[in-house]
């Protein structure tokens, strides 16, 4: 229940932002904080904290996707006491001390050089640029993500939030194990999965980590909360591996839509395995968040 999942972050942090994609995870999140917020009230506890809900607007990345704006009104609508905030991706070129894809060879100078050398154009003709600039779908996913991240982390900090909370569960962390470590990306699976400091100045907790996909989506339905998800926010297992716009991430999500069905003791033994990864020294010089 919402006590026992988020118990031990009770601390003297005053406000936790919380990265919503209006998927079933992040909403599912949302919704046990809420209640345990409530519950304290309830008790006439002090709750000596604050969530900030943050929503990436991706709009510029994915013209294609819905705009989130109705979902979002129903989310403010059924928890009303918490400040939301959304963001354009394209908010990332603001901040200038920010290394989007330091150490991917790819599209590492791509996306670096709109910040460094500040290129002419709105910040949405930036990302528009360096976005159409990668080839592959792959690449262009997976450069969407890091920005994204980086753009919670500097949002967060900017704020004086020093802890941020995913909803990433037991399922999407292993998904980006496989995934880090198919990307040549391994030594950044540590901060992935770590919980507490991390190398970006602020704390990493995943309170759903040991739920799996399943369960939560199974939650998510008997609450309800599905008039919250959007639509196609769950993983798809009908991706044909050699469709050119399929991507790794993609591909992980459908592999292990069955195994947790099937073998959730190989989804979690998975993340414990790579947990007990360590964050090296000379990684950390990378600023690689995925």
């Not at 999965?193 to 998510?220: I, T, Y």
């Amino acid at each position: 229940d919402a006590k026992n999942v988020l118990l031990p972050l009770w601390s003297a942090v005053s406000h936790y932002a919380v990265p919503l994609s209006l998927g079933p995870s992040s909403v599912t999140l949302l919704y046990l904080l809420d209640k345990r917020l409530h519950e304290r009230a309830n008790k006439f506890i002090e709750n000596g904290y604050a969530i900030h809900v943050l929503y990436i607007d991706l709009s510029t990345a994915e013209p294609g996707s819905p705009a989130p704006s109705g979902l979002l009104d129903s989310v403010k609508q059924r928890f009303p006491e918490h400040t939301y905030w959304v963001v354009p991706l394209e908010d990332i070129f603001d901040h200038d001390d920010v290394r989007p894809c330091e150490g991917h060879q790819e599209y590492e100078s791509i996306l670096s050089s709109q910040i460094r050398e500040n290129l002419a154009g709105t910040n949405r003709e930036k990302l528009e640029r360096c976005l159409s600039s990668i080839s592959s779908a792959t690449s262009r996913s997976d450069a969407v993500q890091i920005l994204r991240n980086q753009l919670i982390v500097q949002f967060a900090k900017s704020h004086d939030h020093k802890t941020i909370l995913w909803g990433d569960t037991t399922t999407r962390l292993a998904e980006k194990t496989l995934s880090e470590t198919a990307k040549g990306r391994g030594f950044s699976i540590p901060w992935h999965l770590s919980e507490g400091p991390s190398p970006f100045g602020v704390s990493f907790h995943h309170p759903l980590r040991d739920l799996l996909r399943k369960e939560v989506m199974a939650f998510a339905a008997l609450v309800p909360l599905s008039s919250l998800i959007a639509a196609g926010r769950a993983p798809t297992e009908s991706i044909p591996a050699s469709a050119r716009s399929a991507t790794i991430d993609d591909l992980m999500a459908q592999y292990f839509g069955p195994v947790e069905e099937n073998y959730p003791n190989i989804v979690a033994n998975v993340v414990n395995t790579a947990t007990k990864l360590k964050i090296s020294a000379t990684a950390t010089d990378a600023q690689d968040i995925n």
